[in-house]
């Protein structure tokens, strides 16, 4: 995995090369993938297999990251922008003062993040690149359903739990004690219509994964595969179809369920990450410095406790706390994302 890593890099750092891999890549696997994601788009929200089945790699993107989740094709969608955004865009919520090593390669010399906070560790880490906060990524999705069925499906569900298990990583393996958890599901869901659980599309692959969760009599989704541009579409219908949403770890998703107006509460669990390699531990354990570590743990330590309570309400401090790290103040208006990527 490091020479693969070694070799991405390499390439990125250098435009021929990497302009050359992307046209291979979309020659090669264009056709298929575009049909793919076409069907999945009309797939039912509760085919969760075959939503997050594998996609061949076949970018609209250059830069690999920005392909993923559907965040670069939905903010170009908003903005009006049909071009490449010849910038790196953070796949997410980043804690702590980690910037993924691929950021230091790429040659385009932007980069897009959520949060003014985020621009300062950006701009501190790399500061011969320019760090611009567009607010959470969540805001620039349309719901995949029309009015009409968006309507019909909420009043078939009524009120609704959404529930987001901790998620495995590529490479890594999530553990907890799936039963107490299914456990305190059930203690809240006597106040709901349906539960939903939105598993991620690895371990929605896993044979079984979501066998115990049917039994309990909850309906699974999942957003869909991290190559499929309408993920961020599909999970922002998700959390619009929800009235309370739950996890067992904060994540991204957190900050898009507080800035959707939905409540969300954390569930503290011990979460078990295991490699399925020593070098895929390897690699993981060198993407943070000791500090960045004990940041990151220190912030979702915060969270998890802001979090900690179930209730049916945001109070302030959640909002404020969750506008400062997702940058809610930071959204861009149609104009500006095309005067910026355009």
Same mark, same amino acid.
């Given at each position: 995995?490091?020479?693969?890593d ?7 750092r250098?435009g ?11 020659l ?12 999945r788009?009309?797939?039912s929200?509760?085919?969760y297999?075959r939503?997050?089945a ?20 939905? %903010?170009?969608?908003?903005? /009006?922008v049909?071009?490449d ?5 953070e796949?997410?919520?980043? %804690?702590g003062?980690?910037?993924?090593k691929? !950021?230091?390669n790429?040659?385009? *010399?932007?980069?897009i993040c ?8 950006? +701009? ?5 690149? +320019?760090?611009?906060?567009?607010g959470?990524y969540?805001h620039?999705?349309e719901? %995949? ?24 990583m ?10 107490? =958890?299914i456990?305190?599901?059930?203690? $809240? ?6 539960? =939903?659980?939105?598993?991620y599309?690895?371990?929605?692959q896993?044979e ?14 999942t957003? /869909? ?10 999970q922002r219908?998700?959390?619009? =179809?929800?009235?309370?949403?739950m996890?067992n ?8 369920c507080?800035? %959707?107006?939905? *409540?969300?509460? $954390?569930?503290?669990?011990?979460i078990?990450?295991?490699?399925k390699s ?5 690699r ?5 410095? !000791? ?5 990151? +743990? ?8 802001l979090? /900690?309570?179930y209730?049916?309400?945001i109070?302030?401090?959640? !909002? ?6 997702? /940058?809610f103040?930071?959204?861009?208006t149609k104009?500006e994302?095309?005067?910026l990527?355009?």
């Amino acid at each position: 995995m490091a020479v693969k890593d070694n070799l991405k890099r390499f390439i990125a750092r250098h435009g021929f090369l990497e302009k050359a891999m992307f046209q291979y890549y979309r020659l090669r696997n264009a056709a298929a993938f575009e049909k793919e994601v076409n069907h999945r788009a009309a797939c039912s929200l509760f085919d969760y297999t075959r939503l997050a089945a594998d996609l061949p790699y076949a970018p609209h993107e250059r830069v690999i990251d920005n392909n993923l989740y559907g965040y670069a094709e939905a %903010l170009k969608r908003y903005g /009006g922008v049909s071009k490449d955004l010849k910038a790196y865009m953070e796949h997410g919520l980043f %804690l702590g003062g980690i910037v993924h090593k691929d !950021q230091f390669n790429w040659h385009y *010399p932007k980069m897009i993040c959520m949060s003014l906070e985020r621009v300062n560790i950006l +701009q501190k880490a790399l500061p011969e690149k +320019q760090a611009i906060a567009v607010g959470p990524y969540i805001h620039y999705a349309e719901n %995949l359903l029309n009015a009409k069925a968006f309507k019909a499906l909420k009043k078939r569900l009524g009120k609704v739990l959404l529930v987001f298990p901790f998620h495995s990583m590529k490479g890594v393996q999530a553990g907890f004690e799936e039963d107490k =958890l299914i456990q305190e599901i059930g203690r $809240i869901a006597k106040d709901y219509d349906s539960v =939903l659980i939105s598993l991620y599309f690895l371990d929605a692959q896993v044979e079984g994964r979501a066998r115990a969760y049917l039994e309990a009599g909850f309906k699974v989704v999942t957003a /869909g595969h991290k190559f499929d541009p309408n993920f961020i579409q599909r999970q922002r219908t998700h959390i619009e =179809l929800a009235d309370m949403t739950m996890s067992n770890g904060m994540g991204t998703q957190t900050g898009y369920c507080i800035y %959707l107006n939905k *409540p969300h509460y $954390i569930f503290n669990q011990h979460i078990e990450q295991k490699a399925k390699s020593r070098a895929e531990a390897s690699r993981h354990e060198a993407i943070a410095g !000791q500090t960045e570590k004990e940041r990151v +743990q220190a912030e979702r330590a915060y969270f998890s406790e802001l979090f /900690g309570t179930y209730q049916t309400h945001i109070s302030k401090v959640q !909002q404020e706390a969750v506008s400062r790290f997702w /940058g809610f103040e930071e959204i861009k208006t149609k104009e500006e994302v095309r005067q910026l990527f355009g």
